[in-house]
C-alpha cells in the first residue's frame, strides 16, 4: 500500500460519549477504523482551484482486488423501474486498480436490470471534491454518477449509528456532481437537490459531451454556492438560496443505476433518459479515484443544522427532525437515554423557530453531538446560545477528540439566553467532535440554539 502523509479516514474517536471521562477514550473498533485507513500517493492531474489553499484529505484510489470495507459500503437496498431494476453488491468489483459499477440485465421475463454502488461511510462537509470516471456510453439504459448525500442510515451502517458515530437522519442537500445518461451522444449533466423541508429539484442542466474516453469530474461546495468542473474546465455555478441555502455534512455516492423501459401502464416512473436492449455482456462504469480536499474557511460555520431549523416533512401526519436532530448524533447505548434529547418549535427560540431540549420527567444523561471529519488543522472557537435550569451537576458544552485533552465549559443556570465560548481549540487530527451532556435529575433542563465551530 501506497504511503504519503495525507489523512484519509477516521471517525472522530467518538465513544468517549459513551462515558462521563473527561479525557479522550478511543474504541478498538474506533482503533480498527483509524488503523486501516488508506494513505496514498497523489497522482491527479487536475485538482482543486489553485491557489484557494485547499490540502488532499481524501483519496481512495481502488488498489487491492476489493473496496475497502472500512470507508465503503454498497448501494443494494434501492429499487427503482417498479422492481425493475435494482441495485447488487456483487455489481461492484475492484480490477486491476479501478473501481467497476456492471451494468447487467438478469432475467428476460420480466425483464430485470441490475446496477449499483459505492457509499463512503464517513461525512464529508465544504471542499472540492474530485473523480475519474470511465463512463458506459453505448446503448441507452445506466444512469451513471458522482454526487453528495447524507444516506442515512442502512443494513451496512447500522453497527456506526448503534455505536454513536453517525446520525440517524442526514438527508439534507444533494449535489449531483455528474450524471450521465448512457448512450452515444449523450452529454454531462449537473444537479442539486434540497430536502429540507421536502424534496425540491430545480432540473439538471446539461454542461457538455465528455471530451475523451475518460473524464475528470469535480465539484466545489462553498458556503451558499456549487461550482461544477469537468477536466478542469469550470462549466456551471449556482447560487445556493432559501431552501437550497442549507449545510451538513453528507455521504459521496459513486452510482450506476440501471433503467429498464417505461411501459404505458407504469405511473410514476423515472427512466433516466429511456432503455434500449442491453447486448453488452461486459456493460460498466469504470472510477480510477476519489478524492476530497478541504481548505480552511475563516468565521465559516462547520456545524451542519446548527440552529436545529431542519425540519423535514415526510407526509402530512408526518414530520422528521424533533426527536432526531437532523445531522446529530444521540447516543443510546452505555446508559445514555436518547429520548431526553429533542428538537421543539417556540417563539422562545434564540434563532429562528426551533431549539434543543435536554429534559425528562426521571434522572437521565443523554448527549447530543456531532463529529466534524476531514477538517484542516488549526485554532477553532465553538459557541452556543444556552439557557438552563438548577443543575444538581452541571451540564457541559464539550469540544474533544480533535487530537488534545477534552475541553469542557460548564452550562451556567440561567432563565435568559447567553452565550458561551470555548476558544483555541487546536485541532492536530483532522477531527473533532462537539456535544452537548447533561447528566441531570428528573425535571433539570437546558436549551441549546446557534451552535458555531468556526476556524481562526
Known sequence: MKQSKKMILGFGVLLALSSCEKTQVISTKEEILNGKSKFKTTTSAVGPPAGQGYQLMFEEEFNGTSYDT???????????????????????????????????????????HTGGGLITK????????EARVKFFKETKGFHQSFWSLGSGVTSYTRPLFDDGLIPRYNTVIEIDGVEFD??????IETNYLTYIPTRQNPGAVLVGAPLGEWSIVGYEWLPGKINYYV???????????????????????LTGLATPTRLSTEPDYY?????????????????????????????????????????????????????????WIEPFNSGYNRDASEVETT?????????????????????????????????????????????????????LGFGNVERFINIPITNDWVQIT????????????????STAKANEWIYVDDVQFVAK
Request: net charge positive.
Open 182 to 187: 448512457s448512450k452515444p451522444g449523450s452529454q
Open 271 to 327: 427512466d433516466f433518459g429511456g432503455h434500449e436492449p442491453l447486448l453488452n455482456s461486459n456493460a460498466k462504469m469504470q472510477v480510477s479515484y476519489v478524492k476530497y480536499w478541504s481548505k480552511r474557511n475563516v468565521g465559516v460555520n462547520l456545524v451542519g443544522n446548527p440552529s436545529f431549523e431542519y425540519i423535514q416533512q415526510i407526509s402530512s401526519s408526518v414530520n422528521r427532525g424533533y426527536e432526531d436532530p437532523i445531522g
Open 347 to 399: 417563539i422562545h427560540a434564540k434563532v429562528g423557530n426551533n431549539r434543543l431540549r435536554h429534559f425528562d420527567n426521571i434522572d437521565y444523561l443523554t448527549t447530543t453531538k456531532q463529529n466534524l471529519n476531514a477538517i484542516p488543522n488549526g485554532y477553532y472557537k465553538l459557541t452556543a446560545w444556552v439557557k438552563s435550569s438548577v443543575h444538581v451537576t452541571p451540564s457541559r458544552m464539550r469540544c
Open 231 to 253: 477536466d478542469g474546465v469550470l462549466k456551471r455555478t449556482v447560487n445556493l438560496t432559501g431552501d437550497y441555502n442549507v449545510y451538513s455534512p453528507q455521504n459521496i455516492w
Open 122 to 129: 464517513q461525512l464529508f462537509g465544504y471542499g472540492y471534491y
Open 70 to 112: 472500512n470507508i465503503w459500503f454498497p448501494r443494494v437496498d434501492s429499487t427503482y423501474a417498479n422492481g425493475k431494476s435494482r441495485n447488487r453488491a456483487e455489481n461492484v468489483k475492484i480490477i486491476n486498480g479501478m473501481l467497476e459499477i456492471a451494468y447487467r440485465q438478469i432475467s428476460n421475463n420480466p425483464v430485470i
Open 422 to 437: 470555548i476558544d483555541d481549540i487546536y485541532v492536530s487530527n483532522n477531527q473533532a467532535t462537539i456535544a452537548f451532556t
